[in-house]
C-alpha cells in the first residue's frame, strides 16, 4: 500500500487550470502536514505549497503565490493542489509530501506539462 498517491496531471495550455489530488492512507493523515513539491527538467526538486494538520495555515513559493491554493479534506485523507493561470515554466512532475513528527512519506510524482 502507498501511503500517498497523486492524480490529476495532464497537458494544460498557458493560462489554463488543474487539479492535483493526494489520496493518502495507512498513517493518521489529521496529524500530518502536507505539502506539494515539484522539479522541472532539468532542475532540483522545489517547494510549491503546504498545509497544516488542521487546515489552518497554509504557505506557498513566491512563484505560485496568488494562483496556486493548496486545501485538505482530513475527512476523506485527501490533500488538493488548485492550479490557476498556468505558466510553461510550471511544467514539472508534482509530487504529495505527507511530514510528521517522526516520519514522512512521498508519492511519485504527476506530470504537469503547459504547452500551447
Known amino acids: 500500500q502507498v501511503p500517498v498517491v497523486e492524480s490529476g496531471g495532464g497537458l494544460v495550455q498557458p493560462g489554463g487550470s488543474l487539479r492535483l489530488s493526494c489520496a493518502a492512507s495507512g498513517f493518521t493523515f489529521s496529524e500530518y502536514a502536507m505539502s506539494w513539491y515539484r522539479q522541472g527538467p532539468g532542475k532540483e526538486r522545489e517547494f510549491v505549497a503546504r498545509?497544516?494538520?488542521?487546515?489552518?495555515?497554509?504557505n506557498y513559493a513566491d512563484s505560485v503565490k496568488g494562483r496556486f491554493a493548496i486545501s485538505r479534506d482530513n475527512t476523506k485523507n485527501m490533500v488538493y493542489l488548485q492550479m490557476n493561470s498556468l505558466k510553461f515554466e510550471d511544467t514539472a512532475v508534482y509530487y504529495c509530501n505527507a511530514q510528521g513528527l517522526w516520519r514522512a512519506y512521498w508519492g511519485q510524482g504527476t506530470q504537469v506539462t503547459v504547452s500551447s
Open positions: 498545509i497544516s494538520s488542521s487546515g489552518g495555515s497554509t
